[in-house]
């Protein structure tokens, strides 16, 4: 079965340290790996999304890694602000094509939270 | 540019009543789908449509019915509401299934 684990399940660092978040998955193939942010009552947000051929991608002080061959991924946040506290969700796109219509497959999140 | 806009954004039912979810979205994305978020588990996926006319199931289907008369609504009905339908509910879109998909901000739905 397609899985997606995320680790740790919550994290809590001090701000302006830096953290790193990890994602495993077993959907192969797959057409895209993405990193949403989730904040408390809202809707998830768009951080990063890779294909399966690019290794690395960052979006201001958020960098995400893929590694296929592992089957692993991560997000590295750096210089961490009271903002960046949220859920942060790791999501894998199955190909869309044939009858697949590419749905995606979600993992439970880490909850980060960022103390002054 | 408004996104995906979700109504209610909170709503108390009680058991066997029905109500719809609406959902709208102003960036012309074929790709439309609802999805069901629970503690501790990631979200899943109820319905979803590729365009106006086409819709279908997800992984939990149960006690939702959907329709796609437009590209830009994607309405979630609950035909009788169940404690076990208590969620917050979102909606998302996209030009394609595997390209990036935008949420509304959720409905918060309980159940009594």
């Known amino acids: 079965k397609n899985q997606v684990e995320q680790s740790p399940q919550s994290l809590i660092i001090l701000e302006g340290k830096n953290c790193t978040l990890q994602?495993?998955?077993?959907?192969?193939?797959?057409?895209?790996l993405r990193w949403y942010k989730q904040d408390t009552g809202r809707g998830p947000v768009s951080l990063t999304i890779?294909?399966?051929?690019?290794n690395t991608k960052s979006n201001g002080r958020y960098t995400a890694t893929l590694d296929a061959d592992t089957k692993q991924s991560s997000l590295h946040i750096t210089a961490s602000q009271l903002s960046d506290s949220a859920s942060y969700i790791c999501?894998?796109?199955?190909?869309?094509?044939?009858?697949?219509?590419?749905?995606?497959?979600f993992g439970k999140g880490t909850k980060l939270s960022v103390k002054p | 540019n408004a996104g995906v806009t979700q109504t209610p954004k909170f709503q108390v039912l009680k058991t066997g009543q029905s109500m719809t979810l609406q959902c709208a979205q102003d960036?012309?994305?074929?790709?439309m789908s609802w999805y069901r978020q629970d503690p501790g588990m990631g979200l899943r996926l109820i319905h979803y449509?590729?365009?106006?006319?086409?819709?279908d199931q997800g992984e939990v289907p149960n006690g939702y019915n959907v329709s796609r008369s437009t590209t830009e609504d994607f309405p979630l009905r609950l035909l009788s509401a169940a404690p076990s339908q208590t969620s917050v509910y979102f909606c998302?879109?996209?030009?394609?299934?595997?390209?990036?998909?935008?949420f509304g901000q959720g409905t918060r739905l309980t159940v009594v």
């Open positions: 998302a879109s996209s030009y394609f299934g595997d390209r990036e998909a935008f």
């Open positions: 994602c495993n998955y077993t959907v192969s193939p797959f057409s895209n």
């Open positions: 890779m294909t399966f051929s690019e």
């Open positions: 999501v894998v796109s199955p190909p869309n094509y044939g009858g697949s219509q590419g749905n995606l497959i």
């Open positions: 960036m012309n994305h074929e790709y």
């Open positions: 449509s590729v365009g106006a006319g086409i819709t």
